[in-house]
């Protein structure tokens, strides 16, 4: 009887597997004949685990062939491969860098049927799509078996057997032409790569399920620029005031350290912005605002420094109601001691959440990156998000709870006890969710999504629909229905690159305004519709 249970599974994805039609294969027992075609010239050599393929130059070759998309059957791409190397995109660097798709990948595939392409990319730590979904693992340990499974724009990714990715929207890009092709091999000028490549193969089959209809109907505005000809403006954070006013912090430095930040506003639905006077340019700038109940702003820096007493300080601005003038004070952040700025490279950041408090009070989201060493005695930095409380209009700000490990947080308050909160993917790119049921007292340990990777911001739509932006390599959307238990919408608002922040806010009745910055500062409205 555990034999036959042994066997079963083994026997239903034997018999699944004999559904598919295998229009493409190719097994490395020789180099790639017709009907494979060849880019650039390969340097490829046969061995006894099978076809190496070598990028070390700006040189790039890869091997496509064409297939036929049979109508209303769904796609299987399966791969047997094994990563050898991959550097990044950037020069004299030896780490992969996650932005193959500025220049190609080294070690990739990507599939067309003529309408939509997207693919597999594998870094010696993780596999990913070649746009939002990672898969954290080891690719270089042995040959692995990668398979996509593309139903109209899903794509689901799965390696050695397993489901890792559900990958709604994921097979989304507009084709760059109609001719249906699998392409395998590198693409990359600048970053360089080795893999061993067993086999690659392309099929159809009559659809397993049904492609669900989506719960929510996206209506979107032609882009915007949000010029300025001053200075470049990156990494938008959108407040909304109410009252017509919306404010903005926007870095306008390098991304380093105290760079300096500048606040703006708009009075006409984002459309166009102005500085506002004396919060401009400099490196106190506030970044979270949030409208007090007298009808003043609360507005904080993100930047703090640690004083020669050891006491963490930074910057409270209070605003008047139509943000035309302000006083800077001033205010002290105590975190405890394990969180707190002990090293140089030591910081404590305030992100860009703040909310007032039934008590009075309000309540801030800031992060702390802070030097360890790791068991072995490497020096790493411990990044841990948290919640902090005010009850003296931001002059100190005390702490609450920590919501879990990683930097960039975002947090959502779905009621008086529930909130969400979701935070930048780290070395494995992937964001992190949480969730509190006691008001932010106590979270619960991280659950990693399938998505990532910078600056989530999260916006609880007067629809009841949660709406989360983030970024790298596009400008990316994803929906909720319940709270955040599910992401069943997902959509790539933009795939040029640049720093890709995103950041929302409902400013009518199931209209966002949506801002990011790749490569310039641009804005849209999107209507969420949720359809019954």
Request: aromatic share 8%.
């Amino acid at each position: 009887m555990l034999l036959r249970a042994l066997l079963l599974p083994l026997l239903a994805v034997s018999l699944h597997a004999e559904d598919i039609t295998w229009q493409l294969q190719y097994e490395a027992k020789s180099l790639p004949a017709a009907p494979w075609a060849t880019t650039g010239t390969p340097k490829a050599t046969l061995e006894a685990d099978g076809l190496r393929l070598t990028d070390d130059d700006k040189a790039f070759a890869n091997f496509r062939a064409a297939w036929k998309p049979i109508a209303d059957e769904e796609i299987i791409v399966e791969v047997v491969a094994k990563v050898l190397a991959t550097t990044g995109s950037q020069k004299n660097k030896t780490s992969a860098s996650l932005w193959p798709w500025r220049d190609g990948a080294p070690v990739s595939v990507l599939v067309s049927d003529g309408r939509h392409q997207e693919g597999l990319v594998l870094f010696a730590n993780q596999a990913a799509s070649h746009t939002d979904r990672f898969i954290p693992m080891d690719t270089t340990n042995r040959s692995h078996t990668y398979r996509l499974i593309i139903r109209g724009t899903d794509m689901e990714m799965w390696v050695d057997g397993m489901k890792k990715v559900e990958g709604q929207g994921a097979f989304w890009k507009p084709a760059d032409s109609t001719e249906a092709f699998i392409q395998f091999g590198s693409s990359a000028k600048t970053a360089t790569g080795e893999a061993i490549w067993q086999s690659v193969k392309l099929g159809t089959r009559k659809t397993t399920a049904p492609l669900p209809p989506s719960p929510i109907k996206l209506t979107l505005s032609e882009p915007w620029e949000i010029k300025r000809d001053d200075i470049r403006q990156t990494r938008p954070y959108l407040y909304d005031m109410g009252r017509g006013l919306l404010l903005m912090s926007v870095a306008q430095g390098p991304d380093a350290f105290y760079e300096p930040y500048g606040l703006i506003k708009s009075t006409d639905a984002g459309k166009t912005w102005t500085p506002i006077p004396g919060l401009d340019k400099l490196d106190t700038t506030p970044l979270p605002c949030v409208r007090r109940p007298d009808g003043k702003i609360l507005a904080v820096s993100r930047w703090t420094r640690t004083q020669p007493d050891g006491r963490v300080t930074g910057k409270t601005v209070h605003l008047n109601a139509d943000a035309t003038s302000f006083e800077m004070i001033d205010n002290e952040i105590r975190l405890p001691k394990e969180f707190t700025n002990e090293s140089k490279g030591d910081q404590i950041i305030c992100e860009r959440h703040i909310w007032d408090d039934a008590d009075g009070g309000a309540t801030m989201v800031v992060w702390s990156r802070k030097a360890v060493k790791l068991p072995d005695g490497r020096n790493n930095t411990l990044r841990m998000s948290h919640l902090m409380r005010s009850t003296d209009e931001g002059r100190t700000w005390t702490y609450f709870s920590t919501i879990g490990p990683g930097g960039e947080p975002a947090v959502c308050r779905l009621s008086d006890t529930e909130q969400v909160a979701v935070i930048r993917g780290d070395r494995n790119s992937r964001m992190k969710q949480m969730f509190s049921h006691d008001a932010g007292k106590t979270w619960t340990k991280p659950v990693e999504l399938e998505v990532g990777r910078v600056l989530p911001d999260l916006v609880l739509m007067s629809n009841g629909v949660l709406a989360c932006s983030y970024g790298r390599p596009a400008s990316c959307l994803m929906f909720s229905l319940d709270g955040g238990q599910t992401w069943p919408v997902h959509r790539v608002i933009s795939e040029k690159v640049g720093f890709n922040y995103t950041s929302i806010r409902e400013i009518s009745p199931g209209r966002l305004l949506y801002i990011h910055d790749a490569p310039k500062m641009s804005a849209m409205v999107i209507d969420v519709e949720v359809l019954k």
